[in-house]
Each structure stands twice: as C-alpha cells, then as structure tokens.
C-alpha cells in the first residue's frame, strides 16, 4: 500500500463526513454572528479558514486515536484494518504527521484574534484528551461534544471578541446533537465494545437507546427554538431550521439498534442537519 494511501486511511480524508461535523458547528458560530457584524467579506474568509481547521484537525485528531486505540482496535470488526492496527505505519512517524498537521493548523489560529487564539490552544486539550475517556467513563460522547463544538465559540468569538450566553446555549444545544449522534454511530460497536471493556454512552444505554437519543435531539431542538422563536414566522429560515428538527426525528424513526449498516446510514444524515440549522441561522439574520 502506497504512503499517501496509509495517510489518507490514517487520517480519514476518505471518510469526510467526520470533518463535515467538525466543520457545521463553527459555520452556525460564523452565521450567529454574522447577524451582528453583517461583514460578508470577513465571514466568507473566516468560514474558509474554520473549514481547512476542521480539515487539518480532525486529520490530527485520527491519528492520535488510533496511536491510543492501536490494541483495541486490532479486536474491533469496525477498525481492525485502519493502518496502525496492522502496523502499516509507525508510532514515530504517525506523530511526526500529527505535528505537521498541527503546525498547519496553528498557522490558521494564528489569523484571529487573541481570545480565539487562546480557545483553540484549549480545544487541543480537549482534542487529545478524548480518546482516554473510553476507558474510563460511559460518557466519552459527552466529553466529544464538548471537543466537536468548541468551534461554535471560537468562531462567535473571531468575529465579536467575546463569549455572551446567547453562544453559550448554541454551544450546549450542539453538544446534545453530538451526545445523539456519535451514540448512534457507536452502536455499531457495541458486541466488540463489551467484550474488550470499553465503554460507551452506546453499551450504556443499549437496552433504551433510542429513548436516549430522543431526548438527546429534543434538548437540542428545544435550545434552538429558545434561542431564535423571536425571529420565526413565515420565512424561509423558519421552514429550514423545522427541517432541521424533522431531520433528527427521521432519524430516530430509521435507527435501528442491531443493524450496524442501518446506523451509519443514520448517523450520516447529520451531514445534512447540519447543513440545513447553519442555512437556517444565516438566513434568519
């Protein structure tokens, strides 16, 4: 297998939907604010930047995974092949790749002001921290939620320079979308998960699992209408953002636990949640 090959498997280029979910949560960050600034030059640019950041990020953010994760997914059905489980790559040179990437990705941070600077030094802590939390809490969808947002504030924060509550309550809507949906994903893995220890909100929850992403998706849906019913009526963004909601039930309605295909079917719809709540923010502004 060619160099680029192993690259591209290692750090999930070929797998975009990942980066896509990254991304969503800073573009409805860039949205929220645009309604503030109305500078559409200064969004354009810095949605560009957030976009290649989510790129070079979540790149990074796969490769110190499976450097944590190489035993466990040698037993797991799902990531058995991916390029350090079968020792296809090196632990030396996968860091050396994991730095070039970082470097790349702090060029970006660098163009923003300082209080962004400072939350995206934060977000790597949290980013590198992520894989452990498996081992030792039934909540590591929770602790990514926390990491997979943190772009909502970074990306309030580039344009007004400060952190309101009105962020805030995006912030927390979005980690109980990730809370839903990387609870769906992980479904997929359950057998392989109980067998080898590892712990999930997905083994968690396994006997009312879609009762919890229901609620999960509720809480979500309910601190977006809190967040803009001032602004509903009969608009287009009104009809998005309901699309968004109705996105998420269909999700619930097709999930079905004890069919791993049918999980990442559903869980790959988020793609399109997302696109639909950041069209529907842009456009209610």
């Known amino acids: 297998m060619s160099q680029l090959k192993i690259f591209i498997n290692l750090t999930r280029l070929n797998k975009p939907i990942g980066i896509m979910l990254l991304f969503w949560p800073c573009s409805w960050g860039l949205a929220y604010s645009y309604g503030i600034e109305k500078n559409f ?7 560009l930047l957030f976009f290649l950041g989510s790129v070079l990020m979540r790149s990074a953010g796969c490769i110190v995974n499976d450097i944590v994760d190489k035993n466990i997914d040698k037993k797991v059905q799902r990531t ?10 090196s632990v030396k040179l996968a860091l050396i790749y994991t730095a070039v990437l970082c470097g790349l990705a702090f060029l970006i941070l660098i163009q923003f002001n300082t209080l962004t600077i400072i939350l995206g030094f934060l977000s790597m802590v949290l980013a590198f921290s992520y894989p452990f939390m498996k081992r030792i809490t039934y909540w590591p969808q929770l602790f990514l939620g926390l990491t997979f947002n943190w772009g909502v504030v970074m990306a309030w924060t ?7 509550a009105e962020i805030i309550i995006l912030y927390t809507s979005a980690i109980f979308w990730t809370l839903g949906y990387d609870t769906v994903y992980g479904t997929q893995d359950v057998v392989d998960d109980e067998i080898i220890g590892v712990k999930s909100t997905s083994v968690k929850f396994k006997n009312n699992i879609k009762l919890f992403v229901s ?16 602004k509903f009526g009969l608009n287009i963004s009104t009809l998005i953002i309901t699309a968004y909601i109705l996105s998420l ?3 619930i309605i097709k999930f ?3 069919d791993p295909k049918k999980c990442l079917e559903v869980f790959k719809i988020n793609n399109l949640s997302g696109f639909f709540l950041f069209s529907g923010i842009f456009l209610i502004n």
């Open 41 to 47: 030059n200064q969004f354009s640019y810095f949605l």
């Open 249 to 251: 039930m269909y999700q």
């Open 80 to 89: 058995k092949n991916r390029p350090l489980a079968c020792n296809l790559i």
């Open 215 to 230: 609620f999960c998706y509720f809480v979500n849906s309910a601190l977006i209408v809190f967040l803009f019913y001032k």
């Open 158 to 164: 580039a344009i007004t320079n400060n952190v309101s």
């Open 256 to 258: 079905k636990r004890n």
